[in-house]
């Protein structure tokens, strides 16, 4: 058995609703199905795991960010293929994936609020918009949106999770993990 081949992030960013969760889900079924080793990492299950389903303060937003970005780096530099769903809008998260993660590809999946509006899967427009709940980033919190994204997925309301993932595939040519043994 030869080295262990260097791992990757595809870090998926984006407002709620812009379908982060999704495009991970079907981007990681692709990467298998080329032989990648992957570990999905998505930011709602991960809050569940970590205890902290309740805390969206920005403060608590950007420490969440930082541990996924360092859960991130080390499952990668075990060699695994790493897609991590998350907002985590914060410039120095970025920042630090770049300077800290060998093989980092960030994705921004960029929706206008209006179709985040209409979208609202999770009931969080509306209840911020009737005043029920606060700290909802692209309301109450300005995000600190990508400035030099790897890829951007511009989607309003067009663009289907196979379309995304294709576009994703299409710019990172994700090759298999062993050399094909087919020969002539």
């Known amino acids: 058995m030869g080295p262990t081949r260097a791992g990757e992030v595809y870090w ?12 991970a889900a079907r981007l990681r079924e692709r990467l298998i199905a080329a032989g990648r080793c992957c ?19 920005p403060d608590a937003r950007r420490r969440l ?9 080390e ?4 060699g695994l293929t790493v897609i991590c769903a998350t907002m985590s809008m914060f410039h120095d998260v970025r920042r630090w ?21 209409r979208r609202d899967a ?19 919190v300005e995000p600190e ?10 989607n309003h309301g067009d663009t289907s999770p196979e379309a995304a993932v294709d576009r994703i595939c299409d710019v990172f040519a994700p090759e298999p993990s ?7």
């Open 65 to 73: 960010a930082f541990t996924y970005a360092r859960l991130c780096r």
């Open 97 to 117: 994936n770049r300077e800290h993660i060998a093989g980092y590809r960030e994705i921004y999946l960029k929706v206008p609020r209006d179709e985040l509006a």
């Open 12 to 23: 998926v960013t984006g407002l709620s609703g812009a379908g982060k969760s999704t495009v």
């Open 122 to 140: 999770k009931g969080l427009y509306a209840a911020a918009a009737a005043g029920t709940i606060d700290h909802v980033v692209g309301v109450h």
């Open 39 to 57: 570990v999905l990492l998505d930011g709602d299950a991960l809050r569940a795991v970590l205890g902290v389903e309740g805390d969206h303060h």
């Open 145 to 154: 949106e990508p400035e030099s994204p790897d890829l951007v997925i511009e």
């Open 178 to 184: 062993e050399p094909s043994r087919h020969e002539g």
């Open 75 to 78: 499952l990668a530099g075990q």
